[in-house]
């Protein structure tokens, strides 16, 4: 799904310019001109990111964020700022709360490696919203704020000397316990200690490949996935530490930059990283045993009916499409009479988690009967989630899901119904009638052989 940006600029030319920059890669783009207009879209058109321009009236682009950011429900959304090429101007948008900055003349390449990056952040916020509201719905989450430990960030370089100054200038600006480590040694650092919020990889970017490859390792590895990542790049390297921000980067800078911009980079990557360790934690103990399969650790039909009614109730506000998928085990009475009930449940938990390492961490997976699984896709386009359908169909059958107690392979194989919407109200304004569509499509898929998917007929 393309997602959805909001641009606010006084002058037209230079709106319709960023505009035709963004469509070219097929984003939603819709745009405003005052500061007022920016705030009533965020509301109404929920948009994943918001650009403001500088000379925004008044109010600018500094009081735009520090608007926003003072908003719960506006909060999350992430927001860049484009303006002078200047020290000044990009300080004050990062004290505000902006994610990134921009300088004048806007180059195409940043901006969408920089976009990509952002609606990324976007896609946690926004299904971390989803989860807390539909947790605070069934009654299992109060009001109150988290306990926040004290923030962790590794600086990584070559020349450790380099990265000591740069600690010692950065404990005068953030609240954060700063530890510093030799490059080639960051891994091992990070995998023995504990948790890591933000690691600073200082690079000179001579060799591309090695710095790509470090980060396709810190994102490969359970114990270092989920830290946010900053690249310090020389000034004539830019470009090769964009390619960074699509393998894994949260984030770059110039090495000669002002301590404080990356003071105030780092503050931003801390809170967004600790709002993802949320979605991460959302479910609770007292709500884990109300909402979670006991069997699979997926997520219930207790849980999963309200959190489908929230994502169509979205999908009604935003127009954003989304998708339903029923899915049954073929066969899995003969799995039961044939090998004991002990492997058809050995089965059930390796199908689950099949499916659940398929999907992107917004999609939502349950299981909703005995051998039936409810998968929704959030904000995702027709092409894709029938992609989707047939991955996770050929991962199931491709080896083999157990062994039974006298060593046999146990196979299976699933069949799926799905059902599309792109427009809520038309497909029926109800999300009972998608999952019956999703389900008429299951009957349909067993009926015509098993293993396979059917897309049900929908309005849309």
Same mark, same amino acid.
């Given at each position: ?5 909001? *641009? ?14 963004? !469509? ?18 965020? +509301?109404?058109?929920?948009? =994943?990111?918001? *650009? ?52 004048k003349p806007v180059d195409s390449i940043e901006l969408r490696a920089r976009v990509r990056a952002l609606l990324?952040?976007?896609? @946690? +916020?926004?299904?971390?919203t989803r989860r807390e509201q539909t947790a605070r719905e069934m009654g299992f989450i109060e009001t109150q704020t988290p306990y926040e430990p004290q923030a962790r960030v590794?600086?990584?370089? !070559? ?43 200082? /690079?000179?970017?001579? !060799? ?26 020389? =000034?004539?390297?830019?470009? $090769?530490?964009?390619? #960074? ?6 984030? *770059?800078?110039?090495?000669?930059? $002002? ?16 709002? +993802? ?8 103990? %007292? ?16 849980? #999963? ?7 169509? /109730? &979205?999908?009604? &506000? ?66 894709? #989630?029938?992609?989707? +359908? ?13 062994? %039974? ?9 699933? /069949? ?13 304004? %109800?999300? %009972?009638?998608?999952? $019956? ?6 009957? @349909? ?8 998917? @059917? ?6």
């Open positions: 799904m393309p997602g959805r940006i909001l *641009i606010a600029d006084s002058v037209p030319t230079s709106r319709i310019t960023m505009k035709v920059m963004l !469509n070219a890669a097929c984003y939603d783009v819709f745009m405003t001109s005052s500061a007022d207009d920016v705030l009533h879209n965020a +509301a109404t058109k929920r948009p =994943d990111l918001i *650009i403001v321009d500088t000379d925004l009236g008044d109010t600018g682009a500094a009081g735009v964020c520090h608007l926003l950011k003072a908003d719960p429900t506006l909060t999350h959304i992430p927001v860049a700022v484009v303006g002078p090429d200047d020290n000044e101007h990009r300080l004050a948008a990062l004290r505000a709360g902006a994610e990134a900055y921009f300088a990324r952040v976007a896609a @946690t +916020a926004d299904e971390l590794i600086l990584a370089a !070559n020349k450790v000397d380099d990265a000591v100054k740069l600690r010692g200038t950065l404990r005068g600006l953030i609240h954060a316990d700063i530890e510093v480590v030799r490059r080639d040694l960051l891994l091992h650092a990070m995998r023995t200690s504990q948790e890591t919020d933000v690691i600073v990889i200082s /690079s000179e970017f001579d !060799n591309p490949n090695e710095d790509m490859r470090l980060l396709s390792d810190i994102r490969g590895y359970s114990e270092t996935r989920h830290a946010a990542i900053v690249a310090l790049h020389p =000034d004539g390297k830019k470009p $090769d530490a964009l390619v #960074a921000l699509d393998l894994g980067a949260n984030d *770059i800078m110039a090495q000669c930059r $002002d301590p404080e911009e990356l003071a105030l980079r780092l503050r931003s990557l801390i809170r967004r990283k600790r709002e +993802a360790d949320r979605l991460r934690d959302t479910i609770d103990r %007292s709500l884990r045993m109300a909402s979670i399969d006991p069997l699979t650790g997926l997520y219930n039909r207790r849980y #999963a009916l309200p959190y489908l009614e929230r994502l169509a /109730s &979205e999908a009604i &506000e935003t127009k954003a499409p989304f998708a339903v998928m029923i899915v049954d085990i073929d066969k899995f009475k003969s799995v039961n009479d044939r090998y004991g009930h002990s492997v058809g449940d050995a089965v059930l938990v390796e199908v689950a988690r099949r499916l659940r390492d398929k999907l992107r961490p917004q999609d939502l997976v349950a299981r909703i009967g005995g051998e039936e699984f409810l998968i929704a896709l959030p904000a995702t386009t027709l092409g894709s #989630a029938q992609r989707t +359908a047939e991955r996770i169909r050929r991962e199931v059958c491709a080896t083999p899901a157990t062994l %039974s107690d006298k060593g046999q392979p146990v196979t299976v194989s699933i /069949s799926i119904g799905l059902a599309m919407c792109t427009d809520m109200p038309h497909c029926g304004a %109800s999300v %009972s009638t998608l999952i $019956d569509i999703a389900d008429m499509a299951l009957y @349909t898929s067993k009926a015509e052989g098993r293993n396979q998917v @059917t897309l049900g007929k929908t309005a849309a």
